[in-house]
Structure formats: C-alpha cells, structure tokens
C-alpha cells in the first residue's frame, strides 16, 4: 500500500470586484431635426462637449446614419438619453458598450 498526500480543497475568501458595463447613447438620423438642434443638444446636454465635437458629430449622424455622442455609466447615460430625447432627437435604446 502506497501512502498519498491528500490535499483538502480551500474556499477562497477573496472577493472579485467587477466594474458596472458602460452604456451607450447613440443619436439616429432623422428627416425633422435640423442640424444646428441637434448640435446644439449635444452642447447642452453632454459633459465637456465642444461647438466643434458637436458639429463633428452632427455630420456623422446626417451621413452614417448614428453617432456615438456619450458612453458611461448607466444612470448618466438614462438621464443623457432622456434629455436629448425630450428634445426630440431620434435615440437609439441605451445599449452596453
């Protein structure tokens, strides 16, 4: 008979901290807006958005169809895709980035 080591399992006390997801808001093209209201609701509404990111992503939404204009966390991003919303922005739904 051959005599063995026997190793007992251990549970881990260490806790795994997980950050929470970013969220995306995502401006759609559409037919009503005009260009200086969209614009101008990125500048309103988005922290630390410039006149020039704003107008840079008022010509991505009018020719690729979207823009990313914000990503962070999630109740920001609700209360960013509510405001541009009740502006009457086209939103896409907030989806993790």
């Known amino acids: 008979m051959s005599t063995g080591t026997i ?9 795994i901290r997980k950050d929470y997801p970013n ?8 037919d009503f807006n ?3 209201h969209v614009a101008n609701c990125l500048l309103k509404y988005i922290p630390n958005m410039t006149p020039d990111r704003a107008w840079e992503l008022t ?7 979207q823009a ?3 990503v962070g966390p999630l109740e920001q991003a609700e209360l ?3 405001q541009l ?3 009457g922005l086209t939103m896409a739904p907030l989806e993790p980035a």
């Open 23 to 30: 969220y995306k808001v995502i401006v759609l093209n559409d």
């Open 68 to 70: 990313l204009v914000w």
């Open 7 to 15: 190793v007992a399992a251990t549970r881990s006390r260490e806790t």
């Open 34 to 36: 005009t260009f200086e």
């Open 80 to 82: 960013y895709h509510q």
């Open 59 to 65: 010509n991505q939404v009018h020719f690729e169809g």
């Open 85 to 87: 919303k009740g502006e």
